[in-house]
C-alpha cells in the first residue's frame, strides 16, 4: 500500500488522453500506439483504466481489458470490440514516469486489477512483459507461458517480449 500523501491510482477519465499519450511516448518509446489506440481501450472497457498521481500531475497509467488466452491483441491496432467469449484478464501496459516508481504503486495497481478480474471470474491474467519487466511481473504472480503460435506478434513489440499468464483458480 502506498503511503505517501497526495499520491494515488485515480479511475482515468476521457480527459486523461494527453496525459496518457506523453506518458506512453516517454515510457514506451520504442511500442509506440496512437492516441486513439490507447483511448479505445478505456471506451472498450473503463472498469480497467486507471491513472496513477502525485500532486494531482499524471505520473502513470494502466489500461487493461477481458481477451482471449493465449492470443494478442496487436500493438497499435484498434481493437472494435472485446471477445464476448473473452476468458482471460489483459493487462495491455502499465506505464510509470521515473518519479513515480519505487513507490508500491505498481504493486498496489496489480492487486488491485487480479482481485477484479477473479471478482469478474476470470481464470487467468495474461500480459506481453517488455522492456525487461519479466521479473516484477513473476513477483506478481506471473510466469512465461511458450506460445509458439505468438513468436511473431511478441516479435512486433521487441526479441525480449514474453507472453506471460498468472493461474486465478
Known amino acids: 500500500m ?3 500523501r497526495d499520491v494515488a491510482w485515480r479511475a ?3 480527459y486523461d488522453f494527453a496525459a496518457v ?3 506512453a511516448n516517454k515510457v514506451h518509446p520504442g511500442f509506440f500506439e496512437a492516441e486513439a489506440v490507447l483511448a479505445e481501450k478505456f471506451e472498450l472497457y473503463r472498469n480497467g483504466c486507471y491513472l496513477f498521481e502525485i500532486a494531482e500531475k499524471p505520473a502513470g497509467y494502466v489500461l487493461s481489458h477481458p481477451w ?3 492470443t494478442l491483441p496487436a500493438l497499435d491496432t484498434l481493437l472494435g470490440a472485446l471477445p464476448a467469449d473473452a476468458d482471460t484478464y489483459y493487462i495491455h501496459d502499465l506505464a510509470l514516469l521515473p518519479m513515480a516508481r519505487g513507490v508500491g504503486a505498481a ?3 496489480v492487486a488491485a486489477l487480479t482481485k477484479h478480474a477473479v471478482a469478474m471470474g476470470y481464470a487467468s491474467m495474461s500480459l506481453v512483459a517488455v522492456n525487461g ?3 516484477f511481473w513473476e513477483r506478481h504472480g506471473f510466469s512465461i507461458a511458450n506460445r509458439p503460435n ?3 506478434k511478441l516479435a ?3 526479441a525480449a517480449a514474453q507472453y506471460m499468464v498468472k493461474s486465478l483458480t
Open 107 to 109: 504493486g498496489e495497481i
Open 150 to 152: 505468438l513468436r511473431d
Open 133 to 135: 519487466s519479466q521479473r
Open 21 to 23: 499519450f506523453a506518458i
Open 156 to 158: 512486433a513489440y521487441e
Open 2 to 4: 502506498i503511503q505517501f
Open 12 to 14: 482515468m477519465s476521457g
Open 68 to 70: 482471449l488466452s493465449d
